[in-house]
């Protein structure tokens, strides 16, 4: 008995194993949330019941032992397995149920935005300083003096500073910082500080200086060109 | 040995629950997602509260969390480095005060050693920097609990911006603290609630609340000069605090229902499943 359930089983299980296993190495992919995965196998799920019960033969055939089993009319040595299903499917729900109402220990979810828009007047911005190699020396000059602390003299986001800070300063070097946004998102950042953030990115938070009050807007252009050189990056630039 | 076809029906019935097992849990909440210290919670003692002995026994039974430090950057005056890596923090409530308890390195016991807690007050959030202004949020003010070793007390302040350091005149806070083998010690005090709400901060039972910490070095440099003094000190970001509620079992209470539940519900269907085969 059982044998028309083996296969729908094994499709679900199967299911799931690629889901978690194999689409996360899938390049170009990433690892599926556990809601998705479950989204996609209740759908498999649903499917297999709707094919199952195309006619009334492979009701029957889909059925019948999975009600036998519940019932546990002739299922000789399976008896023991539904049991343990009988004894297992409450405490599950129960366990269910202790994780969604359980007081949590854990402190509030935060979700920030790593790079919020820019007021309209940072938006387009090209950088009024020309490109040359004095400049971005000079750029890199004030770079080491200004930033590394927290940056890191590799543009790595790991200087001395930058231990205790969280959210941690951002990693030049990675692909997804200062490579995809413009000049002028870099401008409106280093000059505004972290307090110049909007609410989504949490500005209470951030240690990033107002640098505004302290260096002028063309040392500011000059640090954008040093970083984004040393960093071995290139600006966002509009198609 | 059990003979192989005894086994297969077995291999089923066992794959079919692990199944299950698997699509339930897959709907499961954050399954054990362990992290490093974001929380200080204080749990509820019985008995005497250790206000003024940072060495008591009684410290072990709060577990200990760590914090990396940073020299404060964000605000001139600046520092680059500072004595102080990172501080470990245990705190302890009785249901009416609440005992924090700050441990650190530093080599050398100078009366300048100092150290401070800071809250958020109110609904606002506020700049971990002395709730520093922020151009598009409409921060709130901060409340500092300070205490420096050659003063031997508590202060209780406000801020909201550096440069706005206010000293409160209802001092509610107080600290004391013990050096010994190149460690310090620090316990501040105060009533969970207090009736300033707009200058203390309220720390409700069960409720999570930001906090940060600073220590400042009170050694000097060859000129006889404080190295770490006013901003120049080491800073941490907002953290999280709680003062632990008492224990609630209603999530038990809500899961044997539910069990219960499903256990009736297997009841029925079986019986009238097997009423329906008889039939």
Known sequence: MGGSLVRPVLLILSMYVFLKFVVPNIPGSAPLPSSLIFLYLMLTTTGIVIFATLSRESKDAFFAPILNFLTGENIGAMQAARYGFLILFPLLVGWQTYGSTATSDAPPAENRTIHPAPPGEYTGLSNPVSKTPENIMQGKGFYAAFCSPCHGGKFDGKGPAARGFNPPPANFSDPTTIAMLQESYLFWRIKKGGVGLPIEGMPWKSAMPRWEVELPDEWIWKIIMGEYDGAHQSPRTWE | ?279
């Open chain 2, 1 to 279: 040995m059990k003979p192989a076809n005894q086994i297969r029906p077995w291999v089923s019935g066992v794959g079919a629950v692990v199944v299950t097992a698997l699509i339930l849990s897959g709907a499961a909440p954050g399954l054990a997602q362990e992290s490093e210290s974001v929380s200080v919670s204080a749990p509820m003692v019985k008995g005497t509260l250790p206000v003024d002995d940072p060495n008591a026994a009684i410290w072990s039974t709060a577990k200990p969390a760590t914090f990396p430090m940073s020299p404060q950057v964000h605000w001139p005056n600046r520092i680059l480095e500072t004595t102080v890596k990172d501080v470990s923090v245990r705190a302890l409530h009785d249901g009416t005060q609440v005992a924090v308890l700050l441990e650190y390195a530093d080599p050398t016991e100078d009366p300048d050693d100092a150290a401070a807690i800071e809250f958020m007050v109110g609904d606002k959030k506020a700049h971990f920097a002395h709730g520093q202004p922020m151009a598009q949020v409409e921060g709130g003010p901060v409340n500092i609990w300070y205490w420096k070793n050659k003063d031997k007390k508590g202060v209780d302040m406000n801020a909201q911006g550096f440069g706005t350091l206010k000293i409160q005149t209802h001092q509610d806070v107080k600290a004391t603290g013990a050096f010994s083998n190149g460690t310090w010690k620090v316990v501040f005090t105060r009533p969970l609630a207090t009736e300033h709400p707009a200058e203390d901060t309220q720390l409700a039972l069960g409720g999570f609340i930001n906090i940060a910490f600073a220590v400042w070095d009170g050694r000097k440099d060859g000129s006889g000069d404080l190295v770490e003094k006013g901003s120049q000190k080491a800073v941490s970001s907002w953290w999280y605090f709680r003062a632990e509620a008492p224990p609630d079992y209603s999530g038990y209470y809500y899961a044997a229902f539910a069990a219960a539940l499903a256990l009736g519900f297997q009841f029925v269907l079986i019986r009238k499943l097997k009423k329906g085969q008889a039939a």
